[in-house]
């Protein structure tokens, strides 16, 4: 979906992109014009995935990037809030 969301909305993307830190690091998403990451976050209540993501997110702070999380909440509502959370990073949503 979100994909699909960006590709409709002409954002150029890179899917499954190697984050270029020190640590091993893959992001779901990248956006080159704001120099965004987005992680989906879809696997909710899972102990392992858990231990994953709070990784991910303290690899994403300490290297000071740019991150939009998105979860299942946001599917409901996609063109609203990855249009406000792009425009907040510079990004823009035609």
């Not at 992001?27 to 709070?54: H, M, S, T």
């Amino acid at each position: 979906m979100i994909d699909d969301w960006l590709y409709h909305h002409q954002i150029v993307h890179a899917y499954e992109r190697k984050v270029h830190i020190e640590e091993p690091l893959w992001c779901d998403f990248w956006i080159p014009a704001g120099q965004v990451y987005i992680e989906y976050w879809g696997l909710e209540g899972n102990p392992e995935y858990a231990a994953r993501k709070q990784s991910k997110l303290a690899l994403y702070k300490a290297a000071d990037l740019k991150l939009i999380e998105v979860d299942d909440r946001h599917l409901n509502d996609l063109d609203d809030y990855l249009s406000r959370m792009l425009i907040r990073h510079g990004v823009a949503v035609p």
